[in-house]
Each structure stands twice: as C-alpha cells, then as structure tokens.
C-alpha cells in the first residue's frame, strides 16, 4: 500500500475485489475510464500493475506518484469535502 495522504486515509493499492457484484477487475480492464471509478476514496490499481510498476518504484527509493486532475468538482465525487481555502474567505 502507498498512501497517498496518510491524515485523509488515501491510498494507493492493490484493486480488492471483494463483492463480486461490484465487477472491480473486469471494469479497470475495459476499453474507456467511464467505469473505472470504483472506490471511495483510494486508488485502486491493477494487481499486475501495483506488482510489476508501483511497488518497484516505490521501493527503489523516494518517489514523487503524479495523479492527474479530476475532471469533476471534489464536492460532486466526495459530497463532505470541504474546500478549507473557500471556508476561510467565506468569513
């Protein structure tokens, strides 16, 4: 596991798939992005990927992981996100 921001609890790892219904697996390994999103909060990888690339970079040394911006609003994926820079200049 790779954690992403410790505090907040996200982290990057393995895709776990535990409900079979959820079909995790089958939708990271489709042809578009329109239904990979499949956590609530953590990255979750293919098992080869996290194998064979993350985990090896991650343990050769220090390590910068870029994840690219969302194309949606925070508050419209994760509705209790607070924006704490918005917060401040609302007083």
């Known amino acids: 596991m790779v954690w992403v921001d410790y505090d907040a609890a996200v982290s990057m790892h393995r895709v776990r798939p535990l409900v079979k219904a959820e079909h995790r697996l089958e939708r990271l390994a489709s042809p578009t ?16 990927f996290y194998e064979q690339v993350l985990r090896p970079t991650v343990q050769a040394g220090k390590t910068v992981i870029y994840v690219l911006p ?3 609003p925070l508050q419209a994926v994760f509705a209790s996100y607070r924006d704490p820079i918005m917060d401040v200049a609302a007083k």
């Open 33 to 48: 992005p329109d239904d990979n999103r499949i956590s609530f909060g953590c990255i979750n990888l293919p098992p080869s």
């Open 70 to 72: 969302e194309t949606r």
